[in-house]
């Protein structure tokens, strides 16, 4: 049934949406002359991999910087990527994924390698589930670049206040998943984008629905600061990204990003 939906659900958001997509490939593609995709490599179900669609929100070769959580006002991102960021609207791509099989309308959020080795036994149990275009976390964490904005280090910031909550949300979607609660989750994603207040007090609703741990629930309701915690199945906060995560920024990339700082150029 969960397939079934998918196909349904891709097919028909494909061929109502083709002129908007359309209309937004045209804009990336206008902004720097170059593609208006991005099919970066993610996970897939049972740790093979899968090339993601998606709209290009960064500057070309952005990838080869090393920096794989972006933070708002990342230089890579484009003034166009700005837009569709914000609006999410880069991710509508991804129903071609979902169409092959790749994705589902909602799981967990597909991960690159790099980040996925460093999963614990526990989260390591996300990648039995196929990863989808939205879930918990996405309502959650809408504002993820603006959380780790102004970071010296946004990939260690996210693995000690985003990743551990994050995990936890998957992890507990995956106890309760069944095809009542997905069409749950895409209505308050799609709630997100009129009241996102609305929408996380429905993720919490849901939470206690499950008997989910009261923590989790408080950190779901974004009321307070995020508090830096353990990854499911850890023992310590993360203190450290290990630098073999993280491949050297090539030159060309080096000189980009310092021009960037200095103020001369706008992605």
Same mark, same amino acid.
């Given at each position: ?216 629930? #408080?950190? /779901? $309701?974004?009321?307070? +600061? ?6 499911? !199945?850890? %023992?310590?906060?993360? =203190?450290?990204?290990? #630098?073999? /995560? $993280?491949?050297?920024? +090539? ?6 990003? !310092?021009? %960037?700082?200095?103020? =001369?150029?706008?992605?």
């Amino acid at each position: 049934m969960k397939r079934a939906c998918d196909l349904a659900g891709s097919l028909a958001g494909l061929v109502l949406l083709a002129p908007l997509l359309a209309v937004l490939a045209a804009a990336v593609w206008i902004e720097d002359r170059h593609s208006p995709w991005f099919r970066g490599l993610r996970l897939a179900r049972g740790g093979g991999e899968f090339r993601m669609l998606k709209f290009r929100t960064m500057v070309p070769d952005a990838c080869k910087t090393g920096v794989n959580s972006t933070a708002s006002g990342d230089w890579r991102i484009t003034r166009v990527g700005q837009l569709l960021r914000r609006t999410k609207l880069d991710e509508l791509p991804q129903l071609w994924n979902v169409l092959r099989g790749d994705m589902s309308l909602v799981g967990p959020r597909p991960q690159v390698a790099t980040d996925a080795a460093l999963y614990t036994p526990l989260e390591r149990r996300m990648l039995e589930a196929r990863p989808g275009i939205t879930d918990l976390a996405s309502i959650v964490f809408a504002d993820e670049g603006d959380i780790l904005g102004g970071s010296n280090d946004p990939d260690l910031l996210y693995n000690q206040i985003i990743r551990p909550w994050k995990s936890r949300l998957a992890l507990t979607w995956q106890a309760h998943t069944s095809l009542l609660w997905d069409l749950a989750i895409i209505g308050w994603t799609v709630v997100a984008a009129v009241s996102r207040d609305r929408a996380l007090a429905g993720v919490a609703a849901l939470l206690k629905t499950w008997n989910a741990d009261p923590m989790l629930i #408080r950190m /779901a $309701r974004r009321r307070e +600061p995020l508090v830096a915690w353990p990854p499911p !199945g850890g %023992a310590q906060i993360v =203190t450290a990204y290990p #630098r073999q /995560a $993280r491949p050297e920024m +090539p030159p060309d990339i080096q000189e980009l990003a !310092g021009q %960037a700082g200095s103020g =001369t150029v706008r992605p």
